[in-house]
Nanobody, 122 residues
Framework: QVPLVESGGGVVQPGGSLRLSCAAS????????MAWNRQAPGKQREFVAS???????TYDDSVEGRFTISRDNAQNTMYLQMNNLETEDQADYFC????????????????WGLGTQVAVST
């Protein structure tokens, strides 16, 4: 079972918007840290945005002010609202999370989703 499943990718024109979702198979409250990363063809995977269990967020400079990361513990889902998309945003977007193993926070494990594709084109 894939622990994190992304959805919401698609094709959009420059200046358009998309909202990506990352659904956890279990309780999202078990994730201390979650993030979106992306990988364009021929390039390395790079950080986009992150959110902690306390709701603290961090963004890469390239998306600051255009993208918003959020999480809904009741829906066990993390989101990435992407506005004013640029051709440089075209990539496969991956969900990542650091999850506790067991009841305490002493042992952690990392989960990745399989990705969702975002294309920005005229």
């Amino acid at each position: 079972q894939v622990p994190l499943v992304e959805s919401g990718g698609g094709v959009v024109q420059p200046g358009g918007s998309l909202r990506l979702s990352c659904a956890a198979s279990g309780s999202i409250s078990n994730y201390r840290y979650m993030a979106w990363n992306r990988q364009a063809p021929g390039k390395q995977r790079e950080f986009v945005a992150s959110i902690t269990g306390n709701g603290d967020t961090t963004y890469d400079d390239s998306v600051e002010g255009r993208f918003t990361i959020s999480r809904d513990n009741a829906q066990n889902t993390m989101y990435l609202q992407m506005n004013n998309l640029e051709t440089e945003d075209q990539a496969d977007y991956f969900c990542f999370g650091t999850r506790r193993v067991g009841k305490g926070w002493g042992k952690m494990d990392d989960d990745w989703g399989l990705g969702t594709q975002v294309a920005v084109s005229t």
